[in-house]
DNA sequence: TTGTATGCGTTATCAT
DNA sequence: ATGATAACGCATACAA
């Protein structure tokens, strides 16, 4: 026994057949002779030949049976939020079809040592940018300039790139909306992160914000509510929620708060709570995205469902057409308002402000 | 312009140079002059190459730059767990000086489609198995078939295989031990999932568990409570912690829960309030893991702290060593006992059963 | 049904 | 510092 691993060369020669008919065996392709094939997997057991090899399948092919997802963040954090996880679900399904796995890559930007797995030169066979920032055009050319087929999940691809959007804006004027039939006029906002620094505070300048879907769903809210105040979060958690819901109670106290997102309304909700106020009668609150936000029960959250397996699973579908010649499909896909027990009219007694009141629903 | 992608050798002729130094120019592993490293970027430039084809160059080299991690669950379920989230975090900081990427695999069992991406046909250089069951033997076997090398992570891999593992049991009795020492005798035990068939209910075969980090925190606790009662959950998740507490504080009440997660325990102590009980005042709760529960304020549990992101880095880790041909480490990991504010001696006025006390204390 | 021939695109080795 | 050569291991078109 050499020390060089089996090839199916050798297996071939073993079972005194050609290279070819050993590969035919193992791909499956072509009809073979039972007693052919039975010659050959008895030559690759005893060769210990486990199959071929990868590398060398996929340089003939053209196929490395591999999909990216490019992350934003630490892939801690891409863990870490619910959105992503039914994400992740809808693009496995999507995928399944062609048996490709998935290759988690984190955008690195441009500090990133050279050495880093990157869109530039991991053996993909497509990418699904997730993201939607300054650097996802970058990322696009990338892969492009490689040949491969991208989609992108809520950010602006460039033409002819396909994308999977969500109605943002829309779908949080409508949650505006909602509150504002209430009667609520002193609004305060909780947003996602503006850009990668995810630096905590007002937001002073929203035309430089570069996250698209913070973009969007603030001028959904600014539609009715033009001048609210809006509070940035570092990402989207309860954590942050909470932090954001204590400078936003601390001064001229909101009737309500919108939160970009559901893990930031939770949030929201326990700062009232620990502040004394009751949600929905002193607060009311909605959030975005119409996850289960585990533990929050009893409260059910006024929010905009949005479907973020459909997402994964549409940008999926997208990858496998280009992979297989056919026209991309790019998608809008469109949030459910739900209302919740965590949004009431406007009482008297409710928004105390610690200070003159704003009037700022427009 | 031909339809077909430009390969190094057309940038090469264009250049006027030979493949192997237009190689060298990409690769940057010998020393190239200035002025024909500039030819070559003007020819690759022209012609679009944007670097070497990954397939082919994995072919050659021997290393596809990709570690795959051996899920049991969704892809979703995974991502949903803040312990993974951690491991992810570093194990892809071990992984950093090789430069490999993450490929998520997902145990897919026998019944998998031959279309599948399986750790027999991903180009991968080795492979991290999470999990603990039954089919990791049968995956180890697979990987090392091919001759990659293998990370087990608290799960037994059979000889020679590094391993990381934690102190299971000996955290959990440890935890016992201080609800003990508090005067609990009426004690119950809320469990991970015992199989793949993730099941809920008492536990009746505690011999039959395939899932070892379940098996070991039962034993730890067992050590000390030989006959309390153990309910298994479906997942570590806030609500099924929430309904095993329920079941669990319906019946003969305990006055302490030893939880095999903190997102277990924390849907305990939801169970608890709902129920009327205050923690720790009527009821404690252990939890294990250590992690942050988004939301859990103002309850800090009691718990056994585990570095998670530890046992990612230690697996990266031993796969790197055994990538560049050195001796990888196992590694048990210890747990740390944190006493929170969710346990408290027994009161008088506690453990109000509904039927007959049960000593259950050993 | 099986075999023959060829090339997928690269990089390591060695010589120059 | 650069170039010539030879694999890397496989899968397909085509012939037999």
Same mark, same amino acid.
């Given at each position: 026994?050499? +020390?060089?691993?089996a090839?199916?060369?050798?297996?071939?020669?073993?079972?005194?057949?050609?290279? +070819?008919?050993?590969?035919?065996?193992?791909?499956?392709?072509? %009809?073979? +002779?039972?007693?052919?094939?039975?010659?050959?997997?008895?030559?690759a057991?005893?060769?210990?030949?486990?199959?071929?090899?990868?590398?060398?399948?996929?340089?003939?092919?053209?196929?490395?049976?591999?999909?990216?997802?490019?992350?934003?963040?630490?892939?801690?954090?891409?863990?870490?939020?619910p959105?992503?996880?039914?994400?992740?679900?809808g693009?496995? =399904?999507?995928?399944?079809?062609?048996?490709a796995?998935?290759l988690?890559?984190?955008?690195?930007?441009?500090? /990133?040592?050279?050495?880093?797995?990157s869109?530039?030169?991991?053996?993909?066979?497509?990418?699904?940018?997730?993201?939607?920032?300054?650097?996802? *055009?970058?990322?696009?050319?990338?892969?492009?300039?490689?040949?491969?087929p991208?989609?992108?999940?809520?950010?602006?691809?460039?033409?002819d790139?396909?994308?999977?959007?969500?109605?943002?804006?829309?779908?949080?004027?409508?949650?505006?909306? #909602?509150?504002? !039939?209430l009667?609520h006029?002193?609004?305060?906002?909780?947003?996602?992160? @503006? =850009?990668?620094a @995810?630096? *905590?505070?007002? #937001?002073? =300048?929203?035309?430089?914000?570069?996250?698209?879907?913070?973009?969007?769903?603030?001028?959904?809210a600014?539609?009715?509510?033009?001048?609210?105040?809006?509070y940035?979060?570092?990402?989207?958690?309860?954590d942050?929620?909470?932090?954001?819901?204590?400078?936003?109670?601390?001064? %001229?106290?909101?009737?309500?708060?919108?939160a970009?997102?559901?893990?930031?309304?939770?949030?929201?909700?326990?700062?009232?709570?620990?502040?004394?106020?009751?949600?929905?009668?002193?607060?009311s609150?909605?959030?975005?995205?119409?996850?289960? &936000?585990?533990?929050?029960?009893?409260y059910?959250?006024?929010?905009?469902?949005?479907d /973020?397996?459909?997402k994964?699973r549409? /940008?999926g579908?997208? &990858?496998?057409?280009?992979?297989?010649?056919?026209?991309?499909? !790019?998608?809008?896909? +469109?949030?459910?308002?739900? *209302?919740?027990?965590?949004? /009431?009219p406007?009482?008297?007694?409710?928004?105390?402000?610690l200070?003159?009141?704003s009037?700022?629903?427009?």
């Amino acid at each position: 026994m050499s +020390s060089r691993r089996a090839t199916i060369a050798d297996v071939a020669r073993e079972a005194g057949v050609s290279a +070819s008919t050993a590969s035919v065996v193992f791909s499956g392709k072509v %009809v073979v +002779s039972d007693a052919t094939r039975a010659k050959v997997i008895a030559a690759a057991e005893s060769l210990g030949y486990t199959g071929p090899d990868p590398r060398a399948a996929s340089l003939r092919t053209g196929r490395a049976g591999i999909v990216a997802v490019l992350f934003r963040e630490r892939l801690g954090a891409a863990f870490r939020d619910p959105v992503n996880a039914a994400m992740m679900d809808g693009l496995s =399904d999507a995928l399944a079809p062609i048996g490709a796995g998935i290759l988690l890559l984190r955008d690195e930007g441009p500090d /990133a040592p050279a050495t880093a797995p990157s869109l530039t030169s991991a053996p993909i066979d497509a990418a699904v940018l997730l993201g939607c920032n300054e650097i996802v *055009r970058a990322s696009v050319e990338t892969v492009r300039g490689r040949g491969l087929p991208v989609a992108v999940i809520e950010g602006d691809a460039g033409a002819d790139i396909p994308r999977i959007l969500l109605d943002n804006r829309e779908a949080q004027r409508q949650a505006a909306e #909602h509150v504002r !039939s209430l009667g609520h006029r002193d609004v305060a906002i909780v947003t996602l992160p @503006r =850009d990668g620094a @995810r630096r *905590r505070g007002f #937001h002073d =300048d929203e035309a430089g914000i570069t996250v698209d879907v913070t973009r969007d769903r603030l001028q959904g809210a600014r539609d009715v509510y033009p001048d609210a105040p809006a509070y940035a979060t570092a990402e989207s958690s309860i954590d942050e929620g909470l932090a954001a819901g204590r400078v936003l109670l601390a001064g %001229v106290r909101p009737t309500a708060i919108l939160a970009q997102s559901d893990m930031l309304a939770a949030g929201v909700i326990r700062a009232a709570e620990e502040a004394g106020l009751r949600v929905p009668e002193d607060l009311s609150v909605t959030g975005f995205d119409g996850i289960v &936000v585990d533990g929050l029960a009893p409260y059910a959250l006024t929010t905009l469902v949005q479907d /973020a397996a459909a997402k994964g699973r549409a /940008a999926g579908e997208a &990858v496998v057409a280009m992979l297989e010649g056919r026209e991309p499909a !790019s998608l809008t896909l +469109s949030c459910t308002f739900r *209302r919740g027990n965590t949004t /009431a009219p406007v009482s008297v007694s409710a928004g105390k402000a610690l200070g003159p009141r704003s009037d700022s629903a427009g």
